[in-house]
């Protein structure tokens, strides 16, 4: 099975730069995705990893090392808006790629505050 | 609107009841992957059906199941509802593989038990 594991809760200032991490344990490994999540709303895609080493896009960036079982998730000059639930989600190694389930952390509550 | 469709979008209902929640996969997915969300459990993987077949089982009650129709779209029926029923269950689609962006959510159903 997976374990994962984040921050319950996260607060910035606007303008800031935040880091939110996610370790895991999991039994097999094909991949760590990172959604955010308004209150109320669904889940959106912000980043994947799959090999080691940093992902960029934009503002957000987001880290794996597999070896330790460890992501972040780096969001850079933050905004209001930031303000959501980030889920760290863990795919395991499937024998048929057709068949991933993603696995969810809780999730981070982010508030960004003026 | 991320091309995956719910409805309804709210439902109250009494204990005891059955309900059924609906989803439309985003075209071109076979995919489709049903999610509980409580406040205090994040969320929680509940089946997955791959072009009409079940494929996987999380952490589904005996009470709950679900379908997928050969046009793809899914019903998820919950029975016997219970007040610790109350949630927001999403659906998600994905291709083959869940690729690089793991799941498509709906913008989820919000089921209230009185």
Not at chain 1, 35 to 40: D, K, L, P
Not at chain 1, 72 to 81: D, N, P, R, T
Request: aromatic residues 12%.
């Amino acid at each position: 099975g997976q374990n994962i594991d984040q921050p319950t809760e996260m607060t910035a200032t606007e303008g800031a730069i935040v880091q939110i991490n996610c370790t895991y344990q999991t039994s097999g490994f094909n991949g760590l995705f990172w959604y955010q999540q308004h209150a109320g709303e669904a889940p959106t895609f912000l980043s994947y990893n799959v090999l080691d080493g940093l992902e960029e896009k934009g503002r957000f960036s987001s880290f794996l090392s597999r070896s330790k079982g460890y992501s972040y998730l780096l969001l850079k000059e933050l905004q209001m808006k930031d303000s959501a639930s980030y889920l760290c989600a863990v795919r395991p190694r499937s024998g048929n790629s057709g068949y991933s389930t993603l696995t969810f952390g809780k999730g981070t509550m982010l508030l960004v505050s003026p | 609107d991320s091309g995956v469709t719910q409805t309804p979008k709210h439902l109250i209902t009494a204990t005891g009841q059955r309900v059924t929640l609906r989803c439309s996969p985003r075209s071109g997915d076979l995919s489709v992957y049903w999610y509980q969300q409580s406040l205090d459990q994040g969320l929680q993987f509940l089946i997955q059906y791959y072009n009409g077949e079940e494929r996987a089982k999380g952490n589904i009650l005996e009470r709950f199941s679900a379908q997928q129709f050969p046009d793809l779209h899914s019903e998820l029926n919950l029975s016997s509802l219970e007040l610790g029923d109350s949630a927001l269950y999403f659906c998600a689609s994905s291709d083959v593989g869940a690729t690089n962006y793991g799941y498509t959510f709906g913008s989820g159903t919000r089921l209230t038990v009185v």
